[in-house]
């Protein structure tokens, strides 16, 4: 595979988010890169905006564990289908699932990462719904 970097730091993005690693999440990213999970939320730029990013995970979550399913490769970038599952605080299992695409600087490192997936899809399993 031509994009064997790309790959590796990929897989180590998904390895970050499901350790809750803020401190291996940003040193994936470029000086200036953006992550905007999912697309319409606030843009993390900084190391603390990606700790925020993880409390979240786990201020709602005993476990969450993302994995990739399906990488595709094209014009510098990676789109990866990605599948989710979880533990609340309160007990509740929850499955989603998602597309992240990921655009890199000349040294593999993130320059864009834009999640894809719905999160009332999400809330409504917390709620029961």
Known sequence: MADDGKQAVVERYFQAVS??????????????????????????????????FLSGITDTFD?????????????????VRWSARGRSKDGVEVGYGGIDVFAFDDQDRI???????HPREL???????
């Open 19 to 52: 350790t809750q690693d803020a401190r291996a999440l940003a040193a994936l990213f470029a000086p200036d890169g953006v992550m905007e999970d999912p697309v319409g939320a606030t843009p993390i730029t900084d190391a603390e905006g990606f700790q925020r």
């Open 123 to 129: 809330f409504a399993q917390l709620k029961g719904s």
């Open 63 to 79: 476990e969450m564990v993302l994995t990739p399913e399906d990488s595709f490769h094209a014009g510098g970038r990676v789109a």
């Open 111 to 117: 320059t864009s990462m834009e999640g894809y997936w």
